[in-house]
């Protein structure tokens, strides 16, 4: 069985600080992990992704994650957030069938 | 990306009424949707595996009388809430992955409130 684990239900940050949001998974198999990003009142948007190759990967609005086999976590990073990066954030695996199952979600909370 | 289109985004039924909602993949072929319950501050939950041309897999503990799911054509599924009452009222999101590919794209969602 595949499950994801967002330890930090809510992280506070002030504006260009850094952040990383955590992400843990557990799988006996080869997976495809994701992050996405939702605002308010609307659907998921994809952030970034890992299916294979290079460990560390690049997604849109500056978001990078890297995926760590031995600590089987695939944390987000981002080197200085906008008021605008305010939002839930959620990691997720593939399962079969390429079904996606999703950590319960951080909230990034950007204080100017 | 791809584009999947989730209708209406709000709507507010009366207690016992049946809303349906649409999810349309715009630009692609989906032979398998998903639809997902979110409640306030937390993730989502899967409630089906719908199904183009055969019956959805409903998740356990999801009634399958109570959420009807038709997947009649390769770019439509459709959610319909019978009977609803307020503890339906939710935040309901569906979601498609092309043929081919590994990622899934999300409609916009959309907010039932049964009063």
């Known amino acids: 069985a595949q499950s994801v684990t967002q330890l930090d239900s809510q992280v506070p940050v002030f504006e260009e600080a850094p952040v990383e949001l955590r992400c843990n998974y557990s799988s006996s198999v080869s997976v495809y992990l994701f992050w996405y990003v939702q605002y308010p009142n609307q659907g998921l948007q994809l952030l970034l992704k890992y299916l294979s190759g290079s460990t560390l990967v690049k997604g849109i609005n500056g978001f990078e994650a890297e995926f760590n086999k031995s600590q089987t976590s695939f944390h987000l990073r981002k080197p200085s957030v906008h008021i605008s990066d305010t939002a839930e954030y959620f990691c997720?695996?593939?399962?079969?069938?390429?079904?996606?199952?999703f950590g319960r979600g951080t909230s990034l909370i950007v204080h100017p | 990306g791809a584009v999947v289109s989730q209708h209406p985004s709000r709507v507010i039924c009366k207690s016992g009424t049946s809303v349906k909602i649409e999810c349309r993949s715009l630009d692609f072929q989906a032979t398998t949707m998903f639809w997902y319950r979110q409640f306030p501050k937390q993730s989502l939950m899967l409630m089906a595996t719908s199904n183009e041309g055969s019956k959805a897999t409903y998740e356990q503990g999801v009634e399958k009388d109570k959420f009807l799911i038709n997947h009649a054509s390769l770019t439509l599924s459709t959610l319909t809430v019978t009977s609803a009452h307020p503890e339906d009222s939710s935040f309901y999101i569906c979601?498609?992955?092309?043929?081919?590919?590994?990622?899934?794209?999300f409609g916009q969602g959309t907010r039932l409130t049964v009063v």
């Open positions: 997720a695996v593939l399962r079969g069938s390429y079904i996606p199952t």
């Open positions: 979601s498609a992955i092309p043929q081919g590919s590994t990622e899934a794209f």
